[in-house]
């Protein structure tokens, strides 16, 4: 099982800049795939966008493709999300997830089985 801490998250400004961290712990993430996802109030969690083991593949959700930039360290055993260009619509707690497929960036959540607590994004108008 994966452990998985996300950071970084705050409020800003319709068109700033925010980036998340999840780290993880008590397994490398080396042969994880990584996904991001994000929940608003009252709406379904939804996919962000996904990043396979070696970062050689990336699937993101249309609303943020061009926005936003999956990554990882496997070395620092953690997971990246530049968020740019920031919509109040954006605004939701985002959530980190092991996929323990190595290739698997679905957008669907029910591969993922290791979820972090999330972060808050608030982005103002």
């Known amino acids: 099982q994966v452990q998985l801490v996300e950071s970084g998250g705050g409020l800003v400004q319709a068109g700033g800049s925010l980036r998340l961290s999840c780290a993880a712990s008590?397994?490398?993430?080396?042969?994880?795939?990584m996904g991001w996802f994000r929940q608003a109030p009252g709406n379904e969690r939804e996919f962000v966008a996904a990043?396979?083991?070696?970062?050689?593949?990336?699937n993101y959700a249309d609303s943020v493709k061009g926005r936003f930039t999956i990554s990882r360290d496997n070395a620092k055993n953690t997971v990246y999300l530049q968020m740019n260009s920031l919509k109040p619509e954006d605004t939701a707690v985002y959530y980190c997830?092991?996929?323990?497929?190595?290739?698997?960036?679905?957008?669907?959540?029910?591969?993922?089985?290791?979820w972090g607590q999330g972060t808050q994004v608030t982005v103002s108008s």
């Open positions: 990043i396979s083991w070696s970062g050689g593949s990336t």
């Open positions: 997830a092991a996929n323990s497929n190595p290739f698997g960036t679905s957008a669907r959540a029910n591969p993922y089985g290791d």
């Open positions: 008590g397994r490398m993430i080396s042969t994880y795939a």
